[in-house]
């Protein structure tokens, strides 16, 4: 392993000190199931080297992260009970960038981000322009 945060569990579970439900393992991530999965079969894929959040992750490796997220779908959509996986980067919870894999159904009712609406067209334009800038 290239770079490891001793306080991190998820590289604690990659140098194998934590025992997790590894479901896939290559050259640079592990997938395994997590603890509270939102339903059977969530899964959650990390990179063996240690980075906090997704935007300090090097681009090649989160091209690679997505390729191998793709490869599980598939693999998920042909094993499990689903219809689609919801794809979810958040990183609060454990600060070592991961992508979880939440099998759904169409349908299955689980709760969806709660949705606002801008105040108005100006406070909408100044969003667009910091973000365009």
Known sequence: MKEKNNNCIFCKIVSREIPADITYEDEDFLGFLDIEPVT???????????????????????????????????????SLP?????????????????????????????????RAHYKDKKEKGEIMEKLKN
Do not use: S
């Open 40 to 78: 059977p079969g969530h899964l959650l894929l990390i990179p063996k080297e240690h980075f906090k959040w997704i935007h300090e992750t090097p681009d090649e490796l989160v091209a690679k992260a997505f390729i191998a997220t793709k490869k599980i779908i598939n693999k998920m959509r042909e």
């Open 82 to 114: 689903c219809d689609y996986v919801q794809i979810v980067v958040v990183g609060k919870d454990v600060p070592h960038f991961h992508i979880h894999l939440i099998p759904r159904m169409l349908g299955d009712n689980l709760p969806e981000y709660k």
